[in-house]
């Protein structure tokens, strides 16, 4: 009967302490998906860009349908102004192949018609001295002397038209080749400047990284902020954010969740973990503490119409790590 009795109380002190030891924590999370296309403001030759229009919040767009376009400023008008000096340039280059060409060949003329007269004047001065005046064969060697003069002329003349010809045309060429790369990144700018979504679903507006609302039509935005995200509404997920303090004590891969909508507040899913960050983010509109993001995925189907940005409360079922002999055990690393 003492046997009994010891064996009870031990039993109640172990359910006991394992009831103590699990702890719940509640984490405030959103729908989102783990497909998505993120807008941000591209980059211009201004420190910001305004949005001129963006698909409405909570509007389904479909894959390639344009969803942002943001304020060209002065990249449109510089476009067609380089592209009108193209067409320029390029006419400037053929009159150019033209022109070098034309003079090469009246340098080659000039060159062959110098080596005639060389070929000519020897001829004509051997001649042997018996046979004409000593006055005459003394012109033919002068003759002769300005030919070979003459010659040596049209060739530093040839030389010279052949290596301005291809300096003029090299340095036209450039001129080209660098107002092309102009044009192609004018033009690249230009399309980021108007972005197609590269997925189906729901818009959700980014927040202002300085103003305490959502980002709309009309705002001056700098280079690499957040403006849009369209989420496929095939692959939602929940996204929530554990404090450091919180990632030092709890096993998430041995905790249990449980996820209620708030929309639907009678209805609850289990979870499980997708991924955890691997570094933690400060959240300046929350706290100066900093948070690891935590992606969980549902378990059954879901029952109800869902979409992005839908709060989710996270009933995180787990051992305080505090409580074990595992003390610098920390999750996530």
Do not use: C
């Not at 996270?314 to 790590?321: M, R």
């Amino acid at each position: 009967m003492l046997f009994k009795n010891l064996v009870f109380l031990m039993v109640f002190v172990v359910a006991s302490y394992a009831k103590a030891n699990d702890q719940i924590t509640l984490l405030t999370g959103i729908i989102t998906s783990s497909e998505y296309h993120l807008v941000t403001a591209p980059k211009t030759n201004r420190w910001q860009v305004q949005i001129q229009w963006m698909a409405d919040e909570g509007s389904i767009v479909k894959e390639g349908d344009l969803v942002v376009v943001f304020d060209s400023g002065g990249i449109e008008s510089q476009l067609e102004v380089n592209e009108e000096k193209l067409e320029t340039d390029a006419l400037e280059l053929l009159k150019l192949e033209m022109d070098k060409g034309q003079a090469v060949l009246e340098a080659d003329g000039a060159l062959k018609l110098a080596n005639i007269m060389v070929e000519k004047t020897r001829i004509e001065a051997s001649v042997p001295d018996g046979e004409i005046s000593a006055y005459e064969k003394g012109k033919s060697v002068i003759e002769y002397e300005k030919a070979l003069t003459a010659k040596i002329k049209a060739q530093e003349n040839y030389k010279l038209k052949l290596e301005e010809q291809q300096v003029e045309l090299n340095k036209k060429n450039i001129e080209i080749l660098k107002l092309q790369e102009q044009i192609a990144y004018q033009r690249s700018q230009l399309q980021k400047l108007s972005v197609k979504a590269k997925v189906t679903g729901p818009v959700t507006h980014a927040m202002h990284q300085w103003m305490a609302q959502k980002v709309a039509i009309g705002m001056n935005i700098q280079a690499s902020w957040d403006v849009l995200t369209v989420q496929a509404a095939s692959t939602y997920q929940v996204t929530a954010w554990l404090h450091e303090i919180d990632a030092a004590r709890i096993d998430l891969q041995q905790s249990t969740f449980v996820l209620t909508l708030d929309a639907y507040p009678n209805q609850s899913y289990s979870g499980k973990i997708l991924t955890v960050s691997s570094q933690a983010e400060q959240k300046s509109q929350w706290s100066d503490s900093a948070y690891y993001r935590v992606e969980i995925g549902f378990v059954e189907p879901l029952k109800q119409e869902i979409f992005p940005g839908m709060s989710v409360r996270v009933q995180l079922k787990h051992e305080n790590l505090a409580l074990q002999n595992n003390p610098d055990k920390v999750e996530p690393i």
